[in-house]
Structure formats: structure tokens, C-alpha cells
């Protein structure tokens, strides 16, 4: 989009959204489940949640000490990883609702029913099925959902 332009209302789906704007609808649309949003929304948001997490690991782990006691047992973060461990797990918590609202939101996009978002819960192939429809085009017929 040039500059002249201006961004999609947020009850619409926002194609070629650049990252910042796709953060920004986020947080916007915070437990919206209805409306569209389209792949950059969602692909974008994807990212932003796996650096998030790899920073968070990365800090967890380098600041928690050793990781096997003496008895070459596992033990869990301690020290300051565990107030890394604890942020990161409050952060989960704050953005799993607008997670799943963008799915459902993600899910209309390509004209489905957001209860689809339940295939999730099919062991072994029922997350692979979720990730294909993630990855597919917009469907115009999708506008049903707005």
C-alpha cells in the first residue's frame, strides 16, 4: 500500500498487512471472533509468537543454571530463569484468546466455520488439517462471516 493509502477497517481482513499493522490488529481485535483476517494477519502474528517464545527459552535456559542435579535428574528453571519461565507463562495466558479468535477469524477467511478450529483436537493428523486451512487462499464467499 502506498502512503496515500490508508488500512482496512478492522471489521474487514487486511491483505499484504505488513507486520507492525498485523501486531497492532492483534491486540486490536483482542476476543473477536467474528470477521476475517487474512494469511499476512495470521502469518505475521505466527512469527511474532515462535521469536517470542526462542527469546524467552533462550533467557529461561541461560539464566536458570544446570539443568540435571546430581543424580543426573531433571530439575526445572530456578533463580532468574524462573522469573523468565513465569513472565513467558503469563504471557501465553494474556495472548491465548486473541490467538484463537484470530484462528476462528483465520477460519472464516478461507470460508469455513470457526468451529473447525476444534479439528485441533484429532490426534496426530487433526493439527496438520488445522495448519492446511491456515495455509490456504481467501475465499471470496468468506465475506458471509463480516
Known amino acids: 500500500m502506498s502512503s496515500s493509502q490508508t488500512a482496512p477497517a478492522l471489521s474487514q481482513p487486511y ?11 492483534f491486540f486490536k481485535k483482542y476476543a473477536t471472533f467474528t470477521g476475517r483476517a487474512s494469511r499476512s494477519e495470521y502469518w505475521w502474528w505466527v512469527l511474532v509468537m515462535a521469536i517470542v517464545g526462542a527469546v524467552f527459552s533462550v533467557l529461561v535456559l541461560a539464566t536458570s543454571g544446570p539443568t540435571v542435579n546430581e543424580f543426573g535428574e531433571p530439575v526445572g528453571p530456578s ?55 491456515m495455509l490456504l487462499d481467501s475465499n471470496p464467499q468468506g465475506a458471509r462471516f463480516d
Open 15 to 25: 491483505y499484504g498487512a505488513p507486520i507492525g499493522a498485523a501486531v497492532q490488529r
Open 79 to 133: 533463580g532468574l530463569g524462573l522469573v523468565f519461565y513465569v513472565i513467558y507463562g503469563l504471557w501465553s495466558l494474556a495472548t491465548i484468546v486473541p490467538y484463537l479468535a484470530l484462528v476462528v477469524r483465520r477460519l472464516h477467511d478461507t470460508n469455513r466455520s470457526g468451529f473447525w478450529i476444534f479439528i485441533a483436537l484429532v490426534p496426530f493428523v487433526g493439527g496438520i488439517i488445522l495448519l492446511v486451512f
